[in-house]
């Protein structure tokens, strides 16, 4: 039992007064699962934390997706101090930069050319630009609940109604830029056509997670991609893949080659966006696409976008390095074989104490769903019961296991976790479920 988290508490407090909110990213406070202190970590290595107070813990966070080889891997490690002995940041091209982009073009056939910026924010926010200047119109179209980063354009949610005109979820967005978002649920091609049958004339894009990660893991159903790229072509928008949390995810690539499950026709989008993993933990962003449009992008054409830290020697040397060791035989089998078997206890243990629980898994990745119907759409994750996530967070927190302190995240597994892991998880779940049982 990990009870004692005095330390963290008294940091906490500190924070409060120095940092707003006590945190530097809102998804790191507990505020969704009942408030208080979050976790102080002091150390973090493989697939394990230790916090300030000694207590030791699993890792289902991964940093939000980007230790996918878990925290302090030697040949990520190498790499990043290797690149700090040359020099951190230089002002200059260098060759490694196009080491990291032949990697990800080799990877993502659908980028011919690639920019690297600092953020998932940064790379998204340019892709629509970049659709912009392209297609010379505004609007944008995306799908509720799916999260692109926080630059105004995308911080927009669903209206009531199968799309509507969005309102800005974040206050100092003004109206006119969220009037330029329409949204429209997930897997629902009848909202898509009928947004673009309104819109269409003045659509840029249409922006989606192919495989969402940010209203737990929901997979796009048999046809949906499909008929999204359709649709959004025959009335000239641009297909934006944000593939900040996918993209070497599930296999050695993005989901435009990702045909695991049989009905999954993976088609290829005009523009796409990164993060995460390709930076091995480091600060990072990318995004490309076919050269006709990415050449809208300055110096060669009129869409500016710059970075002073953009394409650094540690950042580009991290990512190197995460994906050579993504690259080996066998790795995403192996997370996948985890997860099976630690989804497969998690259920069988809500299932015993008689908790409804839905779970979604897509290869090393899942999410839990307190609810007893499917989740296809943010609508029904929304409908899930909160407090019984927040009661099954602390429970699992308190047994030594860390999880993101939110129902709409994902549970990430990576190359070190081990079955020992597992089973100590598994018995933690039918621990936590017992509890909320009584
Ligand atoms: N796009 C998706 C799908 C994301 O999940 C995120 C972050 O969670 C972003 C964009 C923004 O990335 P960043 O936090 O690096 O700015």
Redo the contacts with the bound molecule.
């Keep these: 039992m990990t009870t004692n988290r005095n330390r963290s508490e008294q940091l906490y407090e500190e924070a409060l007064e120095h940092i707003v909110g006590g945190v530097n990213s809102p998804s790191r406070s507990f505020k969704a699962v009942g408030g208080g202190s979050p976790v102080f970590m002091e150390r973090a290595q493989g697939a394990h934390f230790w916090d300030v107070d000694g207590n030791k813990y699993i890792d289902y966070l991964a940093a ?2 980007p230790i996918i080889t878990g925290h302090a891997h030697p040949h990520v490690t190498e790499a990043i101090v290797r690149a700090a002995q040359n020099g951190t940041l230089y002002g200059t091209p260098t060759e490694l930069e196009i080491k990291l982009a032949r990697m990800l073009k080799e990877a993502v056939p659908s980028m011919d050319k690639v920019r690297f910026v600092n ?4 790379a ?1 926010m340019t892709t629509i630009r970049v659709a912009r200047a392209y297609t010379k119109r505004t609007k944008v179209i995306k799908f509720a609940g ?5 630059s105004d354009l995308v911080l927009v949610a669903a209206g009531s109604g199968p799309s509507t005109l969005g309102i800005p979820d974040s206050a100092g967005i003004p109206k006119s830029i969220a009037s330029e978002v329409i949204t429209v649920p997930f897997n629902d091609l009848d909202s898509l056509k009928a947004a673009l049958e309104h819109w269409g004339d003045d659509v840029a894009a249409v922006m989606v ?1 192919p495989i969402v ?2 209203f737990g893991m929901v997979m796009p159903q048999a046809g949906f991609l499909e008929g999204l790229c359709k649709l959004a072509r025959e009335y000239g928008a641009l297909v934006i893949y ?1 593939e ?2 996918s993209a070497f995810r599930f296999h050695y690539g993005s989901t435009q080659t990702y045909r695991v499950f049989p009905d999954f026709a993976a088609i290829e989008p005009d523009l796409t ?1 990164m ?2 993993i390709i930076g091995g933990g480091l600060p990072i ?1 990318a995004y490309g696409g076919r050269k006709h449009i990415m050449e809208q992008v300055a110096p060669l054409g009129p869409a500016y976008q710059a970075g002073t830290m953009a394409g650094n020697p540690a950042s580009i040397s991290a990512g190197i390095a995460c994906l050579e060791v993504l690259r080996e035989e066998g790795v995403y089998e192996r997370m996948e074989e985890l997860s099976i078997r630690l989804t497969a206890g998690i259920q069988e243990g809500a299932d015993r104490y008689g908790v409804p629980l839905t779970i979604n898994r897509i290869r090393g990745s899942f999410s839990t769903h307190f609810c007893d119907h499917p989740v296809t759409n943010y609508a029904e994750a929304q409908e899930t019961d909160s407090e019984a996530f927040a009661a099954f967070f602390r429970h699992m927190l308190d047994q030594g296991i860390c999880l993101a302190p939110s129902k709409y995240e994902a549970w990430f597994l990576t190359t070190e976790h081990t079955a020992e892991d597992i089973e100590r998880t598994i018995e933690a779940a039918h621990e936590s479920f017992r509890r909320m049982a009584n």
């Design positions: 939000y997706g953020s998932g924010t940064e998204v799916c999260y692109h980063g926080h997670e990660g940010n944000d900040v949390i966006a993060g995460k962003g």
